[in-house]
């Protein structure tokens, strides 16, 4: 589960509103409040477990993937995005993911849980995971044809902290190589504007819509698509 804490903020005060019901007694409008709010957690849990995946998927059909490319997931948590590279294994010489292994950010997160996912998968010969910092990547200039990152960048802060990732993307990344960035709230469209002053160029962003709602259309999942 993505951001576990997230529940809490739909849970929470579903809960306190349900015991404040059974001792005061029922109303129409705290019943109603409940309802939104059991269904605004159901929604998240939705995006976390199956929506993403199915963003995730789609923009992978969209990739054409070179022969030998090298792959970079950076803040791989649980490896859902380098899995989506499953059916495209014979096309990928290597497959990097790199994370602090944040529990606030990701449950049940640790190099190990990943290893045990990724050596059950057909990319078990090519991924190898590493313990890194975006914001300081033990990566030559250039290594990377393809780096995706999602639901990663959010969760740096402060909002200067995210320009340095991006530096450091785009340092790893080889020319004409191809990037995409998956992250939630409207803060993201900001990246657009960095990565175009880092050289990138097609850069486009679209709103992933209801598979990306994190309980609500109010906080939605966008994806920037760009070529270095
Ligand atoms: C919400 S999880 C998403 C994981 C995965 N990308 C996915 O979409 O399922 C965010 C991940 O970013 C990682 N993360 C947060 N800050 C990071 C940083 N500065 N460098 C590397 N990983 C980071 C967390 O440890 C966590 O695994």
């Not at 739909?10 to 809960?15: E, H, K, S, T």
Request: aromatic letters at 8%; glycine letters at 8%; hydrophobic letters at 45%.
């Amino acid at each position: 589960m993505d951001a576990p804490i997230g529940l809490a903020f739909f849970f929470g005060p579903a809960l306190i509103i349900g015991i404040m019901m059974l001792m005061s007694g029922f109303n129409t409008v705290s019943a109603i409040m409940v309802l939104v709010l059991v269904l605004c957690g159901l929604k998240y849990m939705h995006t976390s477990i199956i929506g993403k995946y199915r963003i995730m998927k789609s923009i992978v059909n969209s990739i054409h993937l070179k022969k030998d490319s090298k792959i970079l997931d950076a803040g791989c948590g649980h490896g859902a995005f380098m899995l989506q590279f499953n059916r495209q294994a014979a096309k990928i010489s290597e497959i990097i993911g790199i994370d602090i292994w944040s529990n606030k950010d990701q449950g049940s997160n640790s190099i190990a849980a990943t290893q045990k996912i990724m050596d059950n998968s057909n990319l078990a010969d090519k991924v190898k995971l590493k313990t890194a910092n975006i914001l300081d990547m033990p990566f030559n200039d250039n290594e990377f044809d393809l780096i995706v990152s999602s639901l990663v960048l959010h969760n740096i802060k402060p909002f200067e902290k995210r320009k340095v990732a991006l530096v450091n993307i785009a340092r790893v990344q080889k020319q004409k190589g191809q990037l995409v960035i998956m992250d939630i709230g409207y803060e993201t469209s900001k990246y657009v504007r960095i990565l175009k002053e880092l050289g990138y160029q097609n850069v486009n962003i679209v709103n992933a819509g209801y598979n990306g709602w994190w309980g609500t259309p109010m906080v939605p999942t966008f994806v920037i698509t760009a070529t270095k």
